[in-house]
């Protein structure tokens, strides 16, 4: 089970990266409910093997890439996300002070803290792109225009996965002319 898992999460994730067109130095947020992927209600039965099997699939097809993955933390964290260090500094966020755990922070959070080399946490991001497993919301961590991400996988064990991009605003009226790579 945890193998299939593991390979959902990495095939959804090769999806978005196609489909979103991210590149390096580009950054994903995930949201994940290993409970939803366990056919349980959200909340109700985190599991560290779970979080874990989605982050390696999910983290070992972004990494390879250069794109930064933003693991977004369960409610009881206030939605806190956990990045590499590094994506601190490049991106100019802000640090703060909380280490996750499966029912404070919840599994995927978990798991890229264990996974990550030099984790930190961060109250918020502007990700290119987002994947909400197991309806976790993780809009608030998008930048500004979200365009939805249609993918084949539209499930990671019994969770629902929806995806998102971005795209810079559009700005002028009737007389404005957009570059189509942009779109």
Do not use: W
């Amino acid at each position: 089970m945890l193998e299939t898992i593991r390979e959902e999460a990495a095939r959804a994730a090769r999806e978005l990266l196609e489909q979103a067109k991210l590149e390096a130095g580009d950054l994903v947020v995930v949201g994940c409910s290993s409970s939803e992927i366990g056919a349980e209600k959200i909340g109700t039965h985190s599991s560290e093997e779970i979080g874990k099997a989605v982050f390696e699939g999910i983290y070992g097809e972004l990494k390879p890439r250069g794109i930064a993955l933003a693991a977004q933390c369960c409610e009881h964290l206030n939605r806190a996300l956990i990045v590499e260090a590094e994506t601190v500094r490049r991106l100019g966020l802000e640090q703060v002070n909380v280490v996750p755990k499966l029912k404070a922070g919840g599994s995927f959070a978990t798991a890229a803290y264990a996974g990550f080399s030099h984790p930190a946490a961060v109250e918020a991001v502007k990700a290119d792109a987002g994947m909400d497993i197991g309806d976790t919301l993780i809009g608030m961590h998008l930048k500004k225009v979200a365009v939805p991400v249609r993918l084949d996988q539209k499930t990671i064990g019994a969770a629902r996965v929806v995806c998102a991009r971005t795209r810079p605003k559009f700005v002028g009226g009737v007389r404005a002319v957009y570059d189509e790579n942009l779109l």
